[in-house]
T-cell receptor
């Protein structure tokens, strides 16, 4: 069965620090990969997605993620975080021809001014 | 454009009561998903529908949970009888046709508290 691992459960940063959140998945075939963000008290919103092509994908709010097939990874990055990035971040995997998303357990990011 | 609409936003009820959560997917979306989010277990897919037909209900925790999608614009998730351990945030999401390479869009969720 597919699974998604997010090893960083809680990350605390100061504003302007760089961010990298890890995501690894277990599935040997083609996958679609997603990062969702959940701001406090809100619903999940799509940050970025990878289906095919350039493994470096850019999303909203300055976020990007790199798909490394050999490492089964899809890490999320942002060069300089802001206080408004405080949220929970979820990595998710979907196998083609299904709509079923498998989510990681999430990483809580706190950014202090 | 209207997104996924869930109601109620909050529900507080006593254990043993029936709880019904409602979801209206984005118009034109053919797939609908119910998720449960808790601190302990994160986001879990309970069930999903495609063209109003349940495709995978393996995540439904037990017989007390049931979900229906009588038409393309409405779905319900029912818990009867409810128990305190059902307390969670329940999200509904929708997406276009299977294999369309489009992401799921989430509703605002229903925060359910069973006393």
């Amino acid at each position: 069965a597919q699974s998604v691992s997010q090893h960083n459960h809680h990350v605390i940063l100061s504003e302007a620090a760089s961010l990298e959140l890890g995501c690894n998945y277990s599935y040997g075939g083609t996958v679609n990969l997603f990062w969702y963000v959940q701001y406090p008290g809100q619903h999940l919103q799509l940050l970025l997605k990878y289906f095919s092509g350039d493994p470096l994908v850019k999303g909203i709010k300055g976020f990007e993620a790199e798909f490394i097939k050999s490492k089964f990874s899809f890490n999320l990055r942002k060069p300089s975080v802001q206080w408004s990035d405080t949220a929970e971040y979820f990595c998710a995997v979907r196998t083609p021809n299904t709509d079923k998303l498998i989510f990681g357990t999430g990483t809580r990011l706190q950014v202090f001014p | 454009d209207a997104g996924v609409i869930q109601s109620p936003r909050h529900e507080v009820t006593e254990m043993g009561q029936e709880v019904t959560l409602r979801c209206k997917p984005i118009s034109g979306h053919n797939s609908l998903f119910w998720y449960r989010q808790t601190m302990m277990r994160g986001l879990e897919l309970l069930i999903y529908f495609n063209n109003n037909v349940p495709i995978d209900d393996s995540g439904m925790p037990e017989d007390r949970f049931s979900a229906k999608m009588p038409n393309a614009s409405f779905s319900t998730l029912k818990i009867q009888p409810s128990e305190p351990r059902d307390s969670a945030v329940y999200f509904c999401a929708s997406s276009p046709q299977v294999g369309s390479n489009q992401p799921q869009h989430f509703g605002d969720g229903t925060r359910l508290s069973i006393l």
